[in-house]
Nanobody, 120 residues
């Protein structure tokens, strides 16, 4: 079935960078956007960034400027560059895809998550 395949997580020193990648396992119709969310200690899962099939982007609070999302959501491809990482960025990062089936019905797909750990 449909799944999102993530890669690029790992260990990095504060101030360093990582590049995350997410690919859709099979072509599906009606993709609206793809993006990345993260779960950090003491917080609920929150938006990092997303990109629509038209290329419009949206970033979580204070993240634009350090993180950059790119890709082709319609093709099920999205990348996230994380720059100037801080220990507070440590957490599990999840790829997400929103599919519209009808005007009132859709699906949301999630990757299994990739760990990002930033050391001080």
């Amino acid at each position: 079935q449909v799944r999102l395949v993530e890669s690029g997580g790992g260990l990095v020193q504060a101030g360093g960078s990582l590049a995350l990648s997410c690919r859709l396992s099979e072509s599906i119709p009606g993709v609206v956007f793809m993006g990345w969310y993260r779960q950090t200690p003491g917080n609920t899962r929150q938006l990092v960034a997303k990109i629509t099939t038209t290329g419009a982007t949206n970033y979580g609070d204070s993240l634009e400027g350090r993180f950059t999302i790119s890709g082709d959501a319609a093709k099920g491809l999205v990348d996230l560059r994380l720059d100037r990482l801080e220990p507070e960025d440590t957490g599990v990062y999840y790829c997400n895809l929103k599919q519209m089936i009808t005007i009132n019905e859709g699906n949301s797909y999630w990757g299994e998550g990739t760990q990002v750990t930033v050391s001080s």
